[in-house]
């Protein structure tokens, strides 16, 4: 019960409780070893409390490691919990800022999943059990992903707004559920792989709002400081999919063609962002040029996410990526 933490935080103690291994082992190379969990985990019942992770949905957990200080994912089929219970009075009394990042996350994880590089372009595999878990853009996660676009659009900035707005946070949950189902799918890409960069070098940045004693970003946060900038550099490898994505986030698509697609999603997203009181990109949460090159080379570890964008980043591309998300207005 609890929000993205506390799920993923179950999901782990249950893989490593009943087949007990070192704490990489289960991580995807080159920082784990890549080892599969093993067989089936305890029966595990999901219970979202905030609107955005849909973990109770997917079969990854992220964990972030203290040693090297960033998040990795681990993935499994049988992480999937056995059952969801999805209610929206769980977020009746969430905070204003708490829905707005998770928001995002919910957000990035639909936009994602509608950009991710197409399962039809992964290669054949011989052996069923490698194939990978996150198989890129596919028909299924299209629709949720789709739909979950669309409630954003209509729901975001009412669920942030009013809490009592019912119909707002409701489908807000619904959203979360629905591009936790498509991201479960299809996986995430580069706005995810690069906010662990984020996240990685967070020691001197803390958020408003959060009373925690550490440095802290919200995940969802650490994913939508970045979008803006990220969409202008992967659109020219999906040019359609970025100008249909933009269309459902509400923006005004009219006339514009595949050249204008990373402008107009990237203008949308900041609309968006500005609209919910959202940090201005990575320097309106405190960082500066100095922390790119390391923020950089932290989310060059991400290779599956990375390899599931529609164009694949160098890790000097990542670091002008980053460049030109310091600031948006
Ligand atoms: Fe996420």
Known sequence: VGGGSSMGTAKAAMAYARYPCGVTDYFGVPVG???????????????????????????????????????FVIGSPFMMPDEAIVDPTCTETLPANVVASTGYDLMCHALECYTARAYTRWDRVEDPARRTLLQGANPWSDMAATRALEIVDAYLERGIADAADH???????????????AFGNSGTHLPHAMSYGVTHLMKHVTTPGYDVPSPFVPHGI????????????LAPGAPGRHLEAAGHLGADTRGAGEDDAGDV???????????????????????????LPAMAASSARQKRAIANAPRIASEDEIQSIYANAMSYW
């Open 265 to 291: 999603l990237s203008s949308r997203l900041v609309d968006l962002m500005r609209a919910t009181a959202a940090p201005n990109g990575l320097g309106g949460l405190g960082f500066g040029a100095d922390d």
């Open 33 to 71: 070893a890549g080892r599969p969990i093993p067989g089936p985990l305890l029966p595990h019942i999901a219970c979202p409390t905030t609107s955005g992770t849909g973990s109770e949905c997917t079969s990854v957990a992220v964990i972030r490691l203290g040693e090297i200080d960033s998040k």
């Open 222 to 233: 650490s994913v939508a400081v970045g979008a803006p900038a990220i969409v202008r550099y």
């Open 167 to 181: 119909e707002a946070r409701d489908q807000l949950m619904w959203g979360a559920t629905l591009a936790g189902m």
